[in-house]
């Protein structure tokens, strides 16, 4: 595609229910990364894919949070049993390659826990 | 542990200003520094990358410095325009391999006025 895509582009829930957000890097980039920005709070890191495999998982900040990427293309971050703290803005990146360091940022998925 | 500040937080100039933006960062062991620009609804654009080997790179009417012995990075816009309107956001990389975690300053929100 043209540009890294994100669904949905909004998601109220409520809390205690799990939800997948859903990144379409650009085609032909092997590294995808997941963020989260809360209200007045600078990006967190979340998650580094690369391929499939995810060699940094650093930003993680609970084994309620997960995410998976499969075929080197898609990848969806799963929140269970949400929380009200989890409401943020969830922005997906995608490089290149591994090496390269440009990110190309999509839209975000705006999270409403309830 | 890195920090990253932005200042100042907010800045509302008159069309046609040159005006600076500044990044600052508590460990100056970093690989690369960002600057990036976020549009509401739009995502992150990224706008320049300079490796730590690097004083400045330039693109248009921006031009980004680097001294990594004082912490400092600065984003130059020249002859801004309302267009230009956004949230400046700098990020760190610390280091290289996997390894990819970014830490982010809060931004600079700029208004630019026609």
């Known amino acids: 595609g043209a540009g890294v895509s994100q669904s949905p582009s909004n998601k109220v829930t409520e809390k205690g229910k799990d939800v997948e957000l859903r990144c379409d890097p650009i085609?032909?980039?092997?590294?995808l990364y997941w963020y989260r920005q809360s209200l007045g709070q600078g990006l967190e890191f979340l998650i580094y894919?690369?391929?499939?495999?995810?060699?940094?998982k650093s930003g993680l900040p609970s084994d309620r949070f997960s995410a998976e990427r499969t075929g080197g293309s898609v990848s969806t971050l799963t929140i269970q049993r949400t929380q009200q703290e989890d409401s943020a803005v969830y922005l997906c990146?995608?490089?290149?390659?591994?090496?390269?360091?440009?990110?190309?940022f999509g839209p975000g998925t705006r999270l409403t826990v309830l | 542990k890195q920090e990253v500040t932005q200042i100042p937080a907010a800045l509302s100039v008159p069309e046609g200003e040159n005006l600076v933006l500044n990044c600052s960062f508590t460990?100056?062991?970093?690989?690369?520094l960002q600057w990036f620009r976020q549009d509401p609804g739009k995502g992150l654009t990224s706008l320049l990358l300079?490796?730590?080997s690097q004083r400045e790179q330039t693109s248009g009417r921006l031009n980004a410095s680097l001294d990594k012995s004082s912490g400092r990075s600065t984003l130059y816009i020249a002859a801004s325009q309302p267009g230009d309107s956004a949230t400046y956001l700098c990020?760190?990389?610390?280091?290289?391999?996997?390894?990819?975690?970014?830490?982010w300053g809060l931004g600079t929100s700029l208004a630019v006025n026609p």
């Open positions: 894919f690369q391929g499939n495999s995810a060699p940094d």
């Open positions: 085609s032909g980039h092997t590294a």
């Open positions: 300079i490796q730590s």
């Open positions: 990020a760190v990389r610390r280091r290289a391999g996997n390894n990819r975690k970014l830490i």
């Open positions: 460990d100056s062991a970093i690989y690369n």
């Open positions: 990146a995608s490089t290149q390659s591994g090496g390269a360091d440009t990110q190309y």
